[in-house]
């Protein structure tokens, strides 16, 4: 069964400060997808990694994939309050499904 | 554009009722799947579809059923609805990537509550 371990799972952090997200699974997978979700809304897609070493970015967020050590690392660089949100990481399985991890609530304070 | 709906959004029910939750998309995606929200415990898979009339149980598919008779709609039916399947849904589609990323969109979500 495979098993996707986020953590931290709460994040309380001070705006212009940087922090990582990280996700760990217990399979072989080569596809791990970051979502993210407001309260009380549906989950937006952030990134999708591919094969080892895919980083991908967008703003203040850094997205990296190492398939060998079964990681992602999700970067946060100087926060700002709107990225106050829940960030969840998926694995990919045979035939698109997707484990999701519990989340990580992650609250950026002024 | 295209979308992913779901209906109702917020549902109120008794135990031991028969409940349907509908989702529908308009990308003509193959694949849909349904998910439940708890805390503590992320997403989790119910039932998954690859196409019409393909069906499939996910991690926790007991006391859930889904049938697919077109592209656009996979409705979830809660047999006998019981107290801990209080939750949120969520929908979702992908178009079955043959090698490529196979991203999943998630429509807006349905809050069921059973008393």
């Known amino acids: 069964e495979l098993k996707v371990e986020q953590n931290p799972l709460f994040l309380s952090m001070q705006e212009g400060k940087n922090y990582t997200i990280y996700c760990n699974y217990s399979t072989t997978s080569d596809r791990l997808y970051w979502y993210r979700q407001d309260p009380g809304k549906s989950l937006e897609s952030l990134f999708v990694l591919l094969s080892n070493g895919a980083v991908k970015q967008e703003g203040r967020l850094m997205a990296s994939l190492d398939t060998k050590a079964r990681l992602s690392t999700l970067h946060i660089t100087a926060a700002v309050h709107d990225l106050s949100a829940t960030y969840f990481c998926a694995v990919e399985t045979s035939g698109s499904r997707l484990t999701f991890g519990e989340g990580t609530q992650l609250t950026v304070n002024p | 554009d295209a979308e992913i709906t779901q209906s109702p959004r917020h549902k109120i029910t008794e135990t031991g009722r028969q409940v349907t939750l509908a989702c529908h998309q308009t990308w003509n995606h193959n694949n849909m799947f349904w998910y439940r929200q708890d805390l503590g415990h992320g997403l989790r898979l119910i039932h998954y579809?690859?196409?019409?009339?393909?069906?499939n149980k996910g991690e926790v598919s007991d006391g859930y059923s889904v049938s697919r008779s077109n592209t656009e709609d996979l409705p979830l039916t809660l047999e006998s609805a019981a107290s801990s399947q209080t939750s949120v849904y969520f929908c979702?589609?992908?178009?079955f990537g043959q090698g490529a990323a196979d991203t999943q969109y998630f429509g807006p979500g349905t809050r069921l509550t059973v008393l």
């Open positions: 579809s690859y196409g019409v009339h393909d069906t």
């Open positions: 979702a589609s992908s178009e």
